[in-house]
């Protein structure tokens, strides 16, 4: 049974939830699973052709959010009011300019849930006009509709981050139907939609983790990531824990073959095993960051294109 999955897999074949329930069964460390982890990153490397991809976040404030999700050191429940945080309009187009500098393939913007829809389309507006015209710009935001996601399209973002979280509305006190109804926003104003299963922890069971990836196949997602939850001191869910590195290489394999996304596939936290998994994307962040209590994360736990490029090549993904 699970080596006719495998099989398939390796043929390219279509995999079934249920096919994917019983590749997240493999134990860890065992040959079945070592040859999971090897034909996801061959498929990766043959679609991708060999090609790694640096994507940045700019985090462009930092207030008590609303969705007080509980892994988040953003959340109301453990940011303080008093260090509110909105990073400076020209600072953020600085940023953009040291990026496209440094080699970043695609940028992305990010707020939390509730910051001004007005003031965001500004910050688009005039980072826009600082990347080359084929570069595409990413939307990081809360909930909108689909008239919200034609003016992000009209100020010239190409595309969207939005997920229905593990645990959406348990450990947030965000709407999972609201969260897909702006999943289906994105598709119907053309914008492109990035999706991720995230944020991963030990208490996710196989099947909402299958859940996730088989959201991903009813829309266009050519971009697709996996993402373990990171443990934020302070925040609500540190004391369950992380999953390990073996792990997350096994759902990132997975979710590879199961998708097959056609642009990219990401991995965060990043490291050499998942790049050698079927993952070929990694992130930059630069100021605010949800899994770092630093408002200046390229000086902490964000990585910088320099180390991007370092980690990808180590992996032997090319980047230019
Ligand atoms: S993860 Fe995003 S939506 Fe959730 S609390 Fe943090 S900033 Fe707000």
């Known amino acids: 049974m699970l080596n006719t999955i495998l099989a398939k897999a390796e043929a390219g074949g279509t995999l079934t939830r249920e096919d994917a329930v019983r590749l997240l069964a493999i ?6 699973y070592y040859t999971l982890l090897g034909i ?4 990766a490397r043959t679609r991708f052709s060999g090609r790694g991809k640096i994507f940045a976040q700019i985090g462009i404030e930092a207030s008590p959010c609303p969705a007080n999700c509980a892994f988040c050191s953003l959340a109301k429940d ?10 400076p309009i020209g600072d953020a187009e600085k940023t953009a300019d040291q990026l496209v500098a440094d080699g970043v393939d695609e ?5 939390t849930a509730n910051y001004s829809r007005e003031d965001f389309l500004r910050y688009g507006a005039a980072i826009k006009k600082h990347l080359p015209d084929d570069m595409r710009f990413v939307a990081n935001v809360g909930d909108f509709d689909e008239a919200y996601a034609q003016r992000l399209k009209q ?3 190409t595309g969207v981050y939005h997920i229905r979280r593990l645990g959406e509305g348990v450990d947030t006190q965000l709407d999972p139907a609201q969260r897909i109804a702006t999943l289906d926003a994105v598709k119907q104003a053309g914008l492109e939609l990035y999706y991720c299963v995230e944020p991963i922890g030990p208490e996710h069971t196989p099947e909402e983790i299958v859940d996730e990836i088989f959201r991903a196949t009813e829309y266009p997602v050519e971009v697709m990531a996996v993402m373990k939850r990171v443990c934020v001191p302070g925040t609500k869910l540190y ?11 096994k759902i990132c394999a997975i979710t590879e073959l199961c998708v097959r996304p056609k642009r990219a596939m990401g991995v965060h936290e990043p490291d050499e095993l998942c790049l050698m998994a079927g993952a070929n994307q990694i992130y930059a962040e630069v100021s605010v960051n949800p899994r770092d209590r630093s408002l200046q994360t390229e000086q902490s736990r964000g990585a910088s294109i320099a180390r991007t490029k370092q980690l990808l090549g180590t992996a032997e993904w090319q980047v230019s």
């Not at 996801?40 to 498929?43: I, S």
């Open 107 to 111: 940028l992305f913007l990010m707020t």
């Open 27 to 32: 134990e860890n460390g065992s040959q079945a």
């Open 155 to 157: 100020v010239g973002f």
């Open 40 to 43: 996801a990153n061959r498929d």
């Open 239 to 249: 004391a369950r824990g992380e999953i390990s590195a073996a792990e997350l290489a």
């Open 78 to 87: 453990v940011f303080a009011e008093q260090n509110s945080f909105v990073l």
